[in-house]
């Protein structure tokens, strides 16, 4: 048993609900978005330093280092968005391109040869398409002011949209050297105390904003007590509220212990399957919990998912076991079936892991990531028929033994099997090649024994390693 420090990130959201300060705070989410586009054009076509883009921007616009610092950030993460998104897709056309050439290989209909292609040279112009630069506000809703009905007829309204998009969201970078946090807004006996830019103090220069957070407050007296970094983003929204989102970390310890075994999870597009072993890696029990997606919004499915995560987590820490989940990775898998994307799309952006993560450190319980590699494939064919289970259920049994270190090595009744070229290598390999295989070893298998033997006994039988005659029949075939 030994205690690991984790790193929790926590998230608080809350809404202004006098509206005394939002002339002010439009005001600074009008110059922060200004300075930031102002800033983004310099460092496209310039190869000015960012120091002397700062020492410039200071002097010339009279804002402080922290408040130019902030709209640096903001900006770095956009910018990177924007070109791994970009990345993304060139990756997706270039595998769509792959796919339709090996189809026009494949078919012999000069009709459909012709499609094809069509569908090619299409995708090949896309792919040879500019750099396009960051559009600000969104380049399709600034393209709905020509072609949506609600804005060809009423222009005025696309305008407040738009200026809503791109200047209706500001942030101040915390810091831990300065005082509450962070310089620029500090939170005062429940009042947001805000410092104005040179260029807006006229009157006063900071600007006082009530404010009540209903949640998570054990955490923000901690995070303040430690003198952690506190990071605000104001947000205006359709419906014409100021929005507060406080953001800081804060440090736990986990406990990592498997003395009493784990639990192993195996997440799936419309359910979830948990297994948990004792410390010796057997079995205890397994359950599969069942979810839709049909008709829900994202964050209505990741609710959902969330409540089963919670009872997960809890009988985790109440029984002092680690938790076990695959380390997926499943990004540049899209293609033309749009079902089979959604699935995907599910995990792509790891939300269901990310909260589990989340989860995990407030209760003080590990998250372990395992290689998911074959583990659908020996659950089905090791532990499926053993132990009466599905095989969503099967899968997690694996992936919890993963996590404690264990080998699910091939049966030795089917070792015999595998040829000699891939006797040394991995055990999955082995596991590969005997669910390729398994129907020709088990009538291999039945014409030596003698025996009727059927696939879940041929998988889940216990056999006499002792009995060398028997070894020896089988080691002598090859298939």
């Known amino acids: 048993m030994k205690l690991e420090n984790k790193t929790l990130t926590i998230t608080i959201e809350t809404k202004l609900e006098k509206a005394t300060a939002y002339p002010q705070l439009e005001v600074i989410g009008r110059l922060y978005n200004n300075l930031k586009r102002r800033l983004y054009k310099r460092i496209i076509k310039e190869s000015t330093s960012i120091a002397k883009l700062k020492k410039e921007f200071l002097s010339q616009y009279q804002i402080p280092a922290r408040f130019f610092n902030s709209i640096y950030a903001d900006l770095k993460g956009q910018i990177k968005s924007h070109h791994e998104m970009r990345r993304l897709n060139q990756s997706t056309i270039s595998r769509k391109i792959r796919y339709l050439e090996e189809q026009v290989r494949q078919s012999k209909e000069k009709y459909v040869v012709f499609q094809k292609r069509r569908k ?113 983003r104001f947000k205006k929204r359709a419906n014409g509220y100021w929005y507060v989102f406080l953001t800081f970390t804060l440090d736990k310890e986990v406990l990592d212990d498997q003395s009493n075994g784990v639990f192993g999870i195996d997440l799936n597009y419309e359910s979830l399957a948990v297994s948990e072993t004792d410390r010796y890696g057997n079995w205890i029990g397994s359950g599969q919990y069942h979810f839709s997606q049909e008709d829900k919004s994202s964050e209505q499915s990741l609710q959902e998912v969330s409540l089963l995560l919670d009872k997960i987590v809890v009988e985790a820490g109440q029984k002092k076991k680690n938790l076990v989940i695959e380390n997926l990775d499943i990004k540049d898998k899209s293609g033309f079936n749009r079902l089979a994307n959604r699935k995907k799309n599910y995990l792509l952006y790891r939300k269901s892991f990310s909260l589990l993560e989340s989860k995990c450190t407030k209760r003080k319980v590990k998250l372990i990531k395992v290689n998911p590699a074959y583990t659908t494939i020996i659950g089905e064919n090791k532990y499926r028929y053993r132990y009466g289970i599905n095989q969503h259920e099967a899968a997690s049994f694996v992936i919890a033994r993963r ?77």
């Open 120 to 232: 090619i040279y299409r995708l090949q112009q896309q792919l040879n398409k500019p750099r396009r630069e960051i559009c600000f506000g969104g380049r399709n809703f600034f393209n709905k002011q020509f072609t949506g009905p609600e804005y060809i007829t009423n222009h005025e309204l696309w305008r407040q949209e738009w200026e809503l998009r791109r200047n209706g969201e500001f942030t101040f970078l915390g810091s831990k050297d300065e005082s509450y946090g962070n310089q620029l807004c500090q939170l005062i006996d429940n009042k947001l105390r805000i410092r104005l830019p040179n260029c807006l103090a006229v009157e006063s220069k900071y600007i006082e904003v009530p404010i009540e957070f209903h949640y998570y407050q054990d955490y923000l007296k901690e995070a303040t007590g430690n003198h952690k970094a506190l990071t605000w």
């Open 403 to 479: 996590g404690m270190g264990f080998k699910d090595m091939v049966p030795v009744q089917l070792t015999c099997f595998l040829p000699g070229r891939i006797k040394n290598r991995h055990h999955w390999s082995h596991w590969n090649w005997i669910r390729k295989n398994l129907p020709t070893c088990l009538k291999r298998f039945n014409s030596l024994s003698g025996k009727g033997f059927s696939r879940e006994q041929l998988l889940t039988g216990r056999f006499n390693r002792r009995d060398l005659s028997f070894v020896l029949a089988l080691s002598i075939v090859s298939i």
